[in-house]
């Protein structure tokens, strides 16, 4: 991660801030702008910007299967590539010609359309992992 210049000087300053201290030279902390305290998180991914309500909905939609199957069962499923994307579309179809819930769950189709996306991320990321640290 790149290291911006006020990144630098505050680090700088703090730095300089807890050497004096430690030799018993007290001084107010330095300052950023009108802050006392510092967090370098830019570039770092914002949670806040995630939908939580809709999210909610996805969860439900994952207990929903915990119960049915058991807890990460999705994880055994074989061939569960092709059978996630081909259910996310089955939900996602459902949800396009009118029906917003599935009869089963209540829940959305679309909440159900995207814990299948999730699956098929998770698989994705998992198999790019596997062959990172594969043997030689």
């Known amino acids: 991660m790149e290291v911006t210049n006020e990144e630098e000087d505050v680090f700088k300053q703090m730095t300089e801030w807890l050497v004096k201290q430690s030799v018993g030279i007290k001084e107010d902390k330095p300052t950023v702008g009108n802050t006392l305290g510092v967090k370098f998180d830019s570039g770092k991914p914002q949670w ?9 909905e996805v969860v439900e939609v994952l207990t929903s299967g915990a119960k049915k ?25 459902q949800y396009m010609q009118g029906e917003q819930y599935d009869e ?33």
């Open 104 to 136: 089963e769950t209540g829940n959305n189709h679309l909440a159900h359309a995207v814990c299948c996306l999730l699956f098929k991320l998770w698989f994705d990321r998992k198999h790019e992992l596997d062959e990172l640290y594969a043997p030689f």
């Open 69 to 93: 199957y058991a807890p990460d069962n999705w994880k055994y499923v074989p061939d569960a590539d092709a059978r996630y994307m081909d259910a996310a579309f089955r939900h996602m179809a």
């Open 48 to 56: 806040s910007l995630l939908p939580f309500e809709a999210l909610e």
